[in-house]
C-alpha cells in the first residue's frame, strides 16, 4: 500500500487515521476507508444532515481496518467532558465541529466523520494542557487547549489508537481488502436499501435545505471515488466501467440539484453493479 490521497474531505476519519499510523507506525497506508469498510455500505441518518454516512458503526470499522492492515488497533468510548493524553498520537472523534474556523458545509451537514489527530501534549508553562494537533479541515500542527478539545466532544466521542509492543500480521492485498469490502456489503445490502428508502419517503414529506441535499451526495460521492480508486489500482476496472461510473456519479449530482431523490437507489443500484462486476 502507498500514500493516502490528500484533499478537503467531508468525512476525515481516512486523513486523521493516516496521520496516526504514519506518526506512530511509519506506515504509510492507503486505502484505509477502504480497508475498514465504511465506504461499502451507507445509512440516510435521521435527518439529511446525516444522510449517506457509513452503515458501520466507528468500533466495528476500527477492528476491520485492524484486521485489514495486521496492526491491533484500540478503540475506547471518551464520553463527554473527560480527556487525558497518556500516550502520543490518538485519534479523538467524531466531533461536534472541526478545530478550524467552521466551513460552509458545516451549517448544512453533518454526516458521521470530523475526525482529527492528536500528535503530542506540548511542553510549556501555561496552566492549561495543551496538545499539537492535525485537523484534515486546514490545521496540520496547531497547538490546541485541553479545554477547546473538550468542548468539542459528545457522548459518542471516541479515541483510536494502535496497540504498543504488539506483533504485527499480514497486511492484506488490495485485492484482498476489495473483495472484503464487497462481501460485507453484501451482508448489508438489504439494511442499507431500507434506510435508503426510509430516507428518502422522509424527504418526500417533509423536504429539506437542497444546500443539505447536495452535501450529503458530495459526501456519497467521495466515498464511492476510493472503492473506484481501489477498483482500478486492482485492476479490476476498465476504461468502460470507469465511463459509466463518472455517468452515474454525474447522474447523481444532477438528481440532488432538482431534488429528484427517488432516483437515488437506481444510481447506487447501477454504482454497486459495476463495483461488483470488476471484483
Known amino acids: 500500500m502507498v500514500l493516502c490521497d490528500y484533499g478537503k474531505r467531508l468525512d476525515t476519519f481516512e486523513l ?10 511509519e506506515l504509510q497506508v492507503r486505502y484505509i476507508d477502504c480497508a475498514s469498510c ?49 500516550r502520543e498520537h490518538i485519534v479523538l472523534g467524531p466531533l461536534k465541529s472541526n478545530i478550524s474556523v467552521p466551513e460552509m458545509r458545516d451549517y448544512y451537514y453533518d454526516g458521521e466523520g470530523r475526525y482529527i489527530c492528536i500528535m503530542k501534549r506540548v511542553n510549556q508553562m501555561d496552566k492549561e494542557e495543551r496538545y499539537v494537533v492535525f485537523d ?89 471515488d476510493k472503492v473506484c480508486r481501489l477498483a482500478v489500482h486492482c485492476g479490476f476496472f476498465t476504461n468502460t466501467m470507469q465511463e459509466q461510473y463518472v455517468r452515474y456519479k454525474g447522474l447523481l449530482y444532477q438528481k440532488a440539484e432538482l431534488e429528484e431523490v427517488r432516483y437515488f437507489p437506481i444510481l447506487l443500484d447501477a454504482i454497486w453493479e459495476l463495483f461488483e462486476n470488476a471484483g
Not at 486523521?16 to 507506525?25: F, I, T
Not at 497547538?143 to 459518542?156: A, F, M, P, R, Y
Open 16 to 25: 486523521s487515521m493516516y496521520q496516526l499510523l504514519r506518526g506512530c507506525l
Open 136 to 224: 484534515p479541515h486546514g490545521l496540520f500542527g496547531v497547538s490546541v487547549g485541553k479545554e477547546t478539545i473538550i468542548s468539542l466532544t459528545d457522548n459518542e466521542t471516541c479515541i483510536i489508537y494502535p496497540a504498543e509492543r504488539l506483533p504485527k500480521s499480514q497486511m492484506l492485498t488490495v485485492e484482498e481488502i476489495y473483495k472484503r469490502g464487497l462481501a460485507f456489503r453484501e451482508m448489508c445490502r438489504s439494511k442499507e436499501q431500507d434506510s435508503i428508502r426510509k430516507g428518502i419517503e422522509h424527504y418526500m414529506s417533509v423536504k429539506a435545505n437542497k444546500i443539505t441535499l447536495q452535501y450529503a451526495v458530495q459526501n456519497l460521492v467521495m466515498q464511492l
Open 38 to 86: 465504511r465506504c461499502f455500505a451507507f445509512q440516510m441518518g435521521e435527518t439529511p444532515r446525516k444522510w449517506f454516512s457509513p452503515l458501520i458503526d466507528i468500533s466495528e470499522a476500527v477492528n476491520h481496518l485492524s484486521q485489514g492492515l495486521g496492526v491491533p488497533i484500540i478503540y475506547e468510548k471518551l464520553g463527554r467532558g473527560y480527556f487525558d493524553l497518556k
